[in-house]
C-alpha cells in the first residue's frame, strides 16, 4: 500500500471535519494512482456487489429502496433512481461517487447515523470499477422479491452433471467439474497417499494415524484401500469426539461459568450433554432427531433420561443475572444454529436485510418464554450441585410475550401480547400442541430411587439416633457420680434426637402415601384421609424436630456458661448469643406445638412438582426445522460439515443464509447434498464418506507455478476447489496429537468436566476438558479454540506464543521424551536412519526426504558431542517440574531433542 498500513484508518470513524475529509480523498487519489491501479482488475461480484451490500443494502436493497434507488444488482446501479443514472461517463460525474465522498452532512451516503462513511480501499474498488465502465455479469440474478432469495427455496436435487474428463463415480466431482470447466479452472491432481492418510484421519478422528497404520495403507495395493481405512475411521469411536468438537462450536458449548461457585452462565453438569453429543455421533443418530432431542426432548421423550441430556443446549443459554438476555441468546442462536438465520438483527427493529419483521423475532420468543432449566436428581447423587441431570422444561407456560419497543425491555406493549410462531417467509407448518407428562416428569421425587433413597436416608437417621441412645444410657449406667449428671444430659438429648428422627421418617412415609394416592390413575378413594393424616404426622415431627433443636441449645446454653471468664469479653458474647438462640427455638417449639391442634389436611410434599402439561411449542419448532419442507436446515449442516473438511464453505457467512448471501458458485452441489443429506435419513457418516472419497477433497495442495497462476487468477480463493486448503490444526488436535505421537493419551470415553488447569498432567483428550468463559487451557486460547460465547467457523492466528508452547510446555517435552525412549527401545531402531524415519513417521506421519534424513543425522552426531561435555551445561533453578526427567545419555538425550524438534516443525501442526 505504498506506505499506509490499513487505509481505513484515513477516514474518521465518525464526523469528520470538512478539511479532514479532502485531505482524505487527496490521500485516496494518490492511492489509486499509486497502488491500487497495479492490482488485479475489479471483479463485480467479488470486489463490488458485498460494498453495496454492507453499506447500502438496508436503505437500497430488495426491501426498501430509498429515493427509487436499487443497490443490490448491476442492473438497476446502471438503471439509477429518482435523481438520475446512478454511473456517469466519469467517476467525478457519477452521482454515486459524489455521493459516497460528500463531507458530512445529508448528502454523505451511507448516513452517518447509519454507519461509517467508505474505507479508502473500499472507495479505490468502487473508482476503478466506475472507471472500467461499471461492467457487471450479464446474467446477474436479480430478485424481484425478497422471497424469492435462492436459500428460501426448497432445496432440489439436480441431475449430476456429465463432464467430459471429470470422474463419473462421485457426484461432488461431477458439480465441481462442472464450474472448473466454465471458468476455466484446471484442477491439481490427486496427492500422495501418505499425505491423503494424515489429512483423512486428522479430519476424521482428530489424531494422526499411527506409524503402524501408516505403513499398513502404503502395503495395501488394493484399489480400495483409501475407502477401507475411511470406513475404518467413521467407525471409530475417535470419530465422535472429534465431529462432537465440531458441533460443540455450532452449539455454542460452555461448562458453567461464574464468580467463584456463584452460577452466572450456562448451567452445572454440563458434560452429560456433551457425552450425548458424542453419543449421538457415535451411533450415527439422525441429525433431524437430534435437534428434536436438542430442543425438546422432555417434550418429545419426558421419560427418557439419556434423550433429556440433549437439553443441555437450552440450558446452555441459562443467564441467572437477566431472563431476557437468556431468551435473547436461545432465539438468537437456536435459528443461528440451525437456519442460518440472524433473526437477532430484528428484535429492535425490521430486519434491515431479510424480510423479517420485528415481531418474527418476539414470537420466536414466545416459543420460548415459558422454558427454564431444573437439575433433576440421579440414583445415589441427593447433593444435585455436586451432580444431577440438567435438563430444560415449561416452567411458566402462561407467561405472554410483549413486544419490546426499539428493543428495550424497559418497554414493552403489554397492549398487544404475541402469540408463538415462525417466520412466515420460510414456509412450513408450526402447529403447537399441549403434551400431558408423565408423573415421573412433573413429580420427579416420585422415581423409584428418590423414594428409596429418601426413606433409606430417614431410616438410615433413625438407627444412627437409635444407636447413639444406646450408647449414652450405657455409659450412664456405668457412670460415677461426677459423671452422672453430663451423661444425663446426653441421654435426654439422644432420646429427643431418636424421637425427632423416628418422627421425621413417619412423616416422610405419611406424605409419600398422601401424594402418591393424590395422583393415582384412577383417583384414589382414600387420598383425602392419607391427606389429614399425612399433615398430622408432619405437625408430630415439626413439633419433635422443635423439641430436640430446643434441648440442644438448652445444653449449648450450659456450656457457654461454664465457660465464661471474667476478663474475656469473648466467652460472654458465646453467652449472650447461646441465649438468644435458646429463646428462638423455645419460640419455634411454642409454635410447633400449637400447630398440633389443626385439624386441616395441608401438608408439605414429598418433593417439588411442576406443571403437568408442557406447551409443545418447542417439539413444535423442532419438527418445523427438522422438516424436509424446511429449505435451511439441511444447507446448513451440510455446509458446516462441507467446511470442515475443506477449509472454506460452501456459502461462506455460515449463521447467515440471508440476502446478504448471494448464491453461492456451487449452488447446484450444496442442494444437491442437501437433499442426499436428507434422503439418507439425515445421517452424518455417509455425508462425510461422500466427501472425504471425492477427488476434490483427495487433491494435493501444490502444483505447478504455472497452473498455480493461471487458476489464481480466475479463482484466487480457490472457492472452485481445485486445490486443497493448507489447514492449520485446531487448538484440540494439536494438544491431542502430542499425547498420541507420544503413546499416553487416555482414550477413556465421558465423564465430568476436567479441571482446565490440569491440561499439562491430565492425559484425556481435550474435549474433556472444562470449556466456559473464564475457564479455558491455556495451550487451547493460544492455538485459537473456540469461544464459548459464539464459534460458527474458528479463525486461525499466527503468533510467537504458539511456538513458545510448543517449545516450552512440560506436555511437549515430556512427550518428546517419552516417544524417544519408545523409538530406542524397538531394536530396529537402534541406528539413527532407521530411529530418524521413526521419529518422522511417528510425528509428521511421513518418512523423511533424503535432505531430512541427512540434517537429522548430522543434528544427531553434533549433539551427542555437545551432550557428552556436561561441565558446559546451565543449570535452570526456575520452571515447572518435569516428571520425566532428560536421559543421561548423551546419545539418548540427542534424540529426545531431535523428537522435540519434530513436534516443533510446521507439519505437526498443518493439515495439508
Known sequence: MDGVDDPAEL??????????????LCVLNALIGAGFARGADVDYARDVRPIFAEKCGSCHGVLKQEAGLRLDAGSLIRSGGDSGAAIGRTVEGSLIWQRVTAAEGAERMPPEESGKPLTAEQLGVLRRWIEAGAPFPADEEVAASPRDHWAYQRPQRSA??????????NPIDAFVAERQHASGVAPFSETDRVTLLRRVTLDLTGLPPTRE??????ADESPTAYETVVDRLLASPRYAERWARHWMDVWRYSDWDGYGKELRGSQRHMWRWRDWIVESLDADKPYDRMIEEMLAADELSPGDEDALRATGFLARHHYSLNRDLWLDSAVEHTFKAFQGVTINCNKCHDHKYDPLPQTDYYAVRAIFEPYKVRIDRLPGIADTTQDGLTRAYDAEPETPTFLFARGNEKHPDKDHPLAPAVPEVLGGAFAPDPIELPLTAWFPDLRPHVVEEKLAEA??????????LATAEASLATATDAERAALES????????????????????ARLAADRAKVAEPADPRAGALATVAAQAERRSNRAAAQFAAATAEQELAAAQGAVKEDDAKTKEAVTAAEKKLAEARTKLDEATTALALTDANYTAFGTQYPRKSTGRRLALARWIAARENPLTARVAVNHIWLRHFGSALVPETFDFGLRSPRPQLQSLLDWLAVEFMDAGWQMKPIHRLIVTSQAYRRTSTGEASVVSANAAIDPENLQYWRANTLRLDAE???????AVGGTLDTARSGPDIDYDEGEKVLRRSLYFRHAYEKQMRMLTLFDAASPNECYRRTTSIVPQQA????????????????????????????????????????????????????????????????????????FDAGPAIDTPASADPAQRARENLVHVLMNHTDFVTRR
Open 490 to 509: 446426653r441421654v435426654r438429648l439422644a432420646s429427643e434426637q431418636r424421637d425427632a428422627a423416628t418422627a421425621a421418617l413417619e412423616s416422610i412415609e
Open 11 to 24: 477516514v474518521p470513524p465518525r464526523r469528520p471535519a470538512t478539511m479532514s475529509r479532502l485531505l482524505t
Open 160 to 169: 449430476v452433471p456429465l463432464i467430459a474428463g471429470a470422474s463419473g463415480e
Open 804 to 875: 513458545l508452547a510448543l517449545a516450552n510446555s512440560v506436555l511437549v517435552v515430556e512427550q518428546a521424551r517419552k516417544l524417544a525412549g519408545t523409538l530406542s527401545a524397538d531394536a530396529s531402531n537402534a541406528d539413527d536412519a532407521a530411529f530418524i524415519t521413526g521419529g518422522f513417521e511417528t510425528v509428521l506421519s511421513r518418512p523423511p526426504s533424503s535432505q531430512e534424513l541427512t540434517a537429522c543425522t548430522e543434528y544427531l552426531a553434533a549433539e551427542r558431542n555437545r551432550l557428552a561435555d556436561s561441565s558446559q551445561f546451565t543449570v
Open 733 to 739: 488436535v494439536v494438544r491431542d496429537s502430542v499425547l
Open 213 to 218: 497404520e501408516l505403513r499398513a495403507f502404503l
Open 459 to 468: 431410616r438410615s437417621a433413625v438407627t444412627a439416633a437409635e444407636a447413639e
